[in-house]
C-alpha cells in the first residue's frame, strides 16, 4: 500500500498481525509513556531480572549545573544473568550467538545459551585471576569475534566496566582511551581478517601499549594463529587460561546505576567523550527497542552488520538481542569480499529475518549492481533496518526494492551514542513509513524542534535543531570523569533540555526528518569523526603550522573528509607531502579518518577575533563561491580569494 500522494507507506496487513504494536497500540502506550513515565517504566522495568527489585523508577533532572539521570536507582541486578543466566531454563540449547568468518570456506559457529553461559563465566574467572575487581576499567580492542562479546558480559558479570575501542583505530588512538579511563588491562587478538586481509591487533596494541602505564596487561585471544610478539609477564593466553578456568563464575550484584560500559565517541571540540551507560536503565531500553522495532519474535535469526567497537553493536549485536533470549549473527567480514553478493549470501545461508545495516553500505552495493541480491534467496528476511545517518530516498528504495521485493518494511532508526538506543524510529505494524524519514518518537521520546538561536520550542510543521525534552532510561549518565564537560556538551545550549546537535524537520504529518549534524562532526561512512580530532591530528605534523577540517558531501560515504592545511613558513608544498599528511593522519587516528581532500591554504578565513569561518570553507570545498554570505567580519578576505583560487589544487 503507497500513499503515492504523501510518499506514505502503510503496514501490510500480515506485518501488522504479526507485529508486537499495532497503530493503536502505539498511540495508547506513547501517550502514557509521556503522561506517566513512572507507570510506564516502572512496569517495563519489572521485565528485567532483578536481585532486589526497584521501589523507585525514574529521578531524572536535565537543569544546567545539577544534571543527573537515575532510572531505578534502588534496584540490583546483573547485566550478564539477564542476558544468559534468566534464559537457560528455557532455550539453554538454543542458538545465542551465530558466527560468520570472514572467509566463507571457513565454517559458521552456532553457540548455544549453554555454551555462551559457559564461555563467558570462564571467562569472567580469567579476568578475576587477573586481578580485575568491581569498577575497573577493561578496553576491550577485538575484532568482530564470539570473544568480543564473551568479553563484554565476562566484565558485566564482575561488575568491571569495558570499553570497546573499534579495531580499525590506531595505536595513538587505543592509547589515549586505556589512559583516559585508566584501565586495568586491554583484551586483544593476534590478528583480525577482514576483507581478506590482516590487520595486527596485537602489535598495534604493543605500540600504544608503550604509551601506557606498565602495570597495564594484555590478554590475548589467538584466533589466527598468526605469529606475534609477547612479553613474558605481561601478555596473557586467554584461550589457555579459559580451559583450566571454572565453568562458573556467581554474577555480582550490581546497583541500577553502576556503569556498565564507557565508550568513546567523537564530539565537536576536543578529544573523544567517554560516554557511560547504566546497567538497568540502559539494558532495558536495549532490550525494549529490540525487541519492538525489529518485531522480534521467537525463533527470528536477527542480524546486525555493525561493529561491536560502535554503539550500535552494543546495543543491537550483544545487548539488546541477548536480553531478549534471541538470535544475533555476528559478522567478521566486510560486504564486498570474496564479492559484493557476501551480505545476500549470508543472509540466504542463516535464513536471517531482521537485517539491519548504514546506508553508506547500500549506496555502495546499490553501485555493484540488483544482479548481487538477485542471486540470492532473501525469503527469510522480514524486517530491513537502517542507521548512522540520513538515508536518501534512492537508497532506501533501491533496498526496498531489490532486497526486500517489496514485503518488508524499512525501520529508518535514528539515535546516538549517547542516546543508548533508538529515539525517532518506526515500529513495523504501527507506523507508516515515507523514504528518507525517521518517523515518530519511540516511547517515552519526548523531540523538541528548536528555533537555533532563541532556543523556542517550535510547534507543529516547523524546521530547527532537534533536543530532547525529558529523560528516557538509556540515555547516557554522564563523560567518564568529567561531569562538567557532559553537561556542557549537552545541557548548555537549550536549558533544560538534552541537545542532539543534529538539525531536524518536522512536516505536517508530524513525522520527523533528520537533516544532519549542525556542529563540527562529520559523519564519514555513518561513523563519527570530529574536525578537531583531524584537525590536531594534521597540526602534530613538523610541518603543518595550522589546519581546518570540514564534510563535503560524497556519493557513498555521505560525507568525507576535505582539509585545508597551513604550512610552516619555507616548506614548500608538494605531492610528496600531501601524501605524507594523509598517511600520518591515518596512523595518528585510523583509516576512517584518512582525508579525501587536501588543499594547501596559505591563510585560513578567520574573524578578526581569529575563529576560523568554517562555513565559508565548507562553501569553498563544495564549489558553491556564488553564496559566500558576509565576507566583511574576516581579519583578511583576501585568503578567500586565494583559496577558491587554488581550489583546483587539492589533490
Ligand atoms: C547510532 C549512531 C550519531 C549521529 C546522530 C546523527 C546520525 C544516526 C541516523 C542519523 C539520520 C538516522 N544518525 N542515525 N541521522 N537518520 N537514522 O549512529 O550513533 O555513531 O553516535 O552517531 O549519527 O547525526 O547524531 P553515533
Not at 127 to 139: C, E, I, K, T, Y
Not at 151 to 169: D, E, K, N, P, T
Not at 401 to 430: K, N, S
Not at 559 to 575: D, R, S
Request: proline share 6%.
Amino acid at each position: 500500500m503507497l500513499d503515492q500522494a504523501r510518499g506514505c507507506r502503510a503496514p501490510a496487513a500480515d506485518v501488522v498481525a504479526h507485529a508486537h504494536v499495532n497503530a493503536a497500540d502505539y498511540d495508547r502506550m506513547y501517550a502514557e509513556s509521556i503522561a506517566d513515565p513512572d507507570a510506564f517504566w516502572g512496569r517495563e522495568g519489572r521485565t528485567l531480572d532483578w536481585v532486589t527489585p526497584f521501589s523507585r523508577v525514574k529521578n531524572t533532572d536535565m537543569t544546567l549545573g545539577q544534571v543527573s539521570i537515575r532510572w531505578f536507582e534502588d534496584g540490583v541486578l546483573n547485566a550478564s544473568v539477564n542476558c544468559i543466566d534468566r534464559h537457560l531454563p528455557t532455550r539453554a540449547d538454543q542458538t545465542a550467538i551465530i558466527w560468520e568468518p570472514d572467509d566463507p570456506a571457513d565454517p559458521a559457529q552456532h553457540i548455544t545459551y549453554a555454551q555462551l553461559s559457559e564461555n563467558v563465566n570462564r571467562f569472567a574467572n580469567v579476568l578475576l585471576s587477573q586481578g580485575v575487581m568491581r569498577g575497573d576499567r577493561v578496553v576491550i580492542y577485538l575484532p568482530m569475534i564470539p570473544e568480543a562479546a564473551y568479553a563484554m558480559l565476562a566484565c558485566a558479570r564482575i561488575g568491571a566496566i569495558h570499553s570497546v575501542v573499534f579495531a580499525g583505530f590506531s595505536p595513538d588512538s587505543l592509547a589515549n582511551r586505556i589512559n583516559d579511563c585508566q584501565a586495568k588491562l586491554v583484551i586483544t587478538a593476534d590478528t583480525a581478517p577482514r576483507g581478506g586481509r590482516r590487520t595486527p591487533l596485537k602489535s598495534n596494541a604493543d605500540a600504544a601499549l608503550l604509551r601506557c602505564s606498565e602495570k597495564v596487561r594484555c590478554l590475548v585471544v589467538k584466533h589466527t594463529g598468526d605469529q606475534i610478539s609477547w612479553i613474558e609477564g605481561r601478555d596473557v593466553d586467554v584461550k589457555a587460561l579459559m580451559r583450566t578456568a571454572a565453568p562458573d563464575c556467581p554474577p555480582r550484584p550490581m546497583g541500577a546505576e553502576d556503569p556498565l560500559f564507557i565508550l568513546y565517541t567523537s564530539g565537536s571540540t576536543g578529544r573523544p567523550k567517554g560516554v557511560v551507560h547504566s546497567t538497568a536503565g540502559y539494558l532495558l531500553y536495549a532490550a525494549m527497542t529490540h525487541r519492538l522495532v525489529f518485531d522480534y519474535h521467537e525463533g527470528d535469526v536477527y542480524w546486525c552488520t555493525a561493529d561491536v567497537g560502535w554503539v550500535t553493536g552494543h546495543s543491537y549485536i550483544v545487548y539488546g538481542p541477548l536480553a531478549n533470549g534471541g538470535t544475533t549473527l555476528m559478522f567478521e567480514g566486510t560486504p564486498n569480499f570474496p564479492d559484493a553478493g557476501r551480505f545476500w549470501e549470508v543472509v540466504a545461508k542463516h535464513r536471517v529475518t531482521q537485517f539491519y545495516t548504514a546506508p553508506t553500505a547500500i549506496r555502495a552495493l546499490m553501485g555493484q549492481g540488483e544482479e548481487w541480491p538477485a542471486r540470492h534467496d532473501l525469503s527469510s528476511l522480514r524486517i530491513l533496518g537502517s542507521v548512522g545517518e540520513p538515508i536518501n530516498p534512492e537508497a532506501w528504495n533501491w533496498f526496498d526494492r531489490h532486497v526486500g521485493h517489496g514485503r518488508c518494511p524499512i525501520v529508518d532508526t535514528f539515535w546516538q551514542t549517547e542516546t543508548g538506543g533508538h529515539m525517532i524510529t518506526p515500529l513495523p505494524g504501527a507506523i507508516p513509513t515515507k523514504p528518507g524519514s525517521a518517523t515518530k518518537p519511540f516511547f517515552g521520546v519526548r523531540p523538541a524542534v528548536l528555533d537555533p538561536t532563541t532556543g523556542a520550542e517550535l510547534t507543529g510543521e516547523a524546521e530547527g535543531v532537534l533536543a530532547i525534552a525529558d529523560s528516557w532510561p538509556g540515555q547516557m549518565r554522564t563523560l567518564w570523569g568529567d561531569h562538567e564537560r557532559f553537561e556542557e556538551a549537552y545541557f548548555s545550549q537549550y536549558p533544560g533540555t538534552y541537545f542532539t546537535g543534529d538539525g531536524c524537520r518536522r512536516d505536517a504529518d508530524g513525522y520527523y526528518w533528520i537533516t544532519g549534524r549542525v556542529d563540527d562532526v562529520l559523519n564519514i561512512s555513518g561513523h563519527r569523526m570530529g574536525t578537531a580530532e583531524i584537525e590536531s591530528a594534521l597540526v602534530a605534523h613538523r610541518d603543518v603550522a595550522e589546519a581546518a577540517v570540514v564534510g563535503v558531501p560524497h556519493d557513498i560515504k555521505g560525507q568525507g573528509i576535505y582539509a585545508y592545511v597551513t604550512l610552516m613558513n619555507g616548506v614548500e608544498p608538494g605531492e610528496d607531502l600531501r601524501a605524507d599528511l594523509v598517511k600520518w593522519v591515518r596512523a595518528e587516528i585510523g583509516p576512517i579518518a584518512t582525508p579525501d581532500f587536501l588543499q594547501w591554504a596559505p591563510g585560513l578565513p578567520k574573524t578578526r577575533s581569529g575563529k576560523i569561518m568554517r562555513r565559508i570553507l565548507r562553501k569553498i570545498a563544495e564549489d558553491d563561491f556564488g553564496s559566500l554570505g558576509d565576507t566583511s567580519t574576516l581579519a583578511d578576505p583576501a585568503v578567500v580569494d586565494d583559496l577558491i583560487a587554488n581550489r583546483q589544487n587539492r589533490g
